[in-house]
Nanobody, 117 residues
Framework: QVQLVESGGGLVQPGGSLRLSCAAS????????MSWYRQAPGKERELVAA???????VYADSVKGRFTISRDNAKKTVYLQMNSLKPEDTAVYYC???????????WGQGTQVTVSS
């Protein structure tokens, strides 16, 4: 079965950095579009960044210039480098996989990111 496991979350001070990882298994990774979402308490889940199987990337306006999404197909892992973190970045961050041809989608369990002094 397909599994997505996020890691790298934690507590960081404003202005600090974190690198999230999403390790995938049970799929041919290069055929999947990968993305990061986040959900803060009382808010809807929102797209943070995405990288397609073809290598295109998109970012939410709120994170442009601060976050970078990347993927390593050999390691079946997608990363989210987060710099200049702000308190409003506090949320649970989720990894999502969407097949480029088929309909299935998969979500990881999420990793907590807390930005606070």
């Amino acid at each position: 079965q397909v599994q997505l496991v996020e890691s790298g979350g934690g507590l960081v001070q404003p202005g600090g950095s974190l690198r999230l990882s999403c390790a995938a298994s049970g799929l041919f990774f290069s055929n999947w579009d990968m993305s990061w979402y986040r959900q803060a308490p009382g808010k809807e889940r929102e797209l943070v960044a995405a990288t397609s199987a073809g290598g295109n990337t998109v970012y939410a306006d709120s994170v442009k210039g601060r976050f970078t999404i990347s993927r390593d197909n050999a390691k079946k892992t997608v990363y989210l480098q987060m710099n200049s973190l702000k308190p409003e970045d506090t949320a649970v961050y989720y990894c999502k996989a969407v097949h480029v041809r088929l309909t299935p989608t998969y979500w990881g369990q999420g990793t907590q990111v807390t930005v606070s002094s």
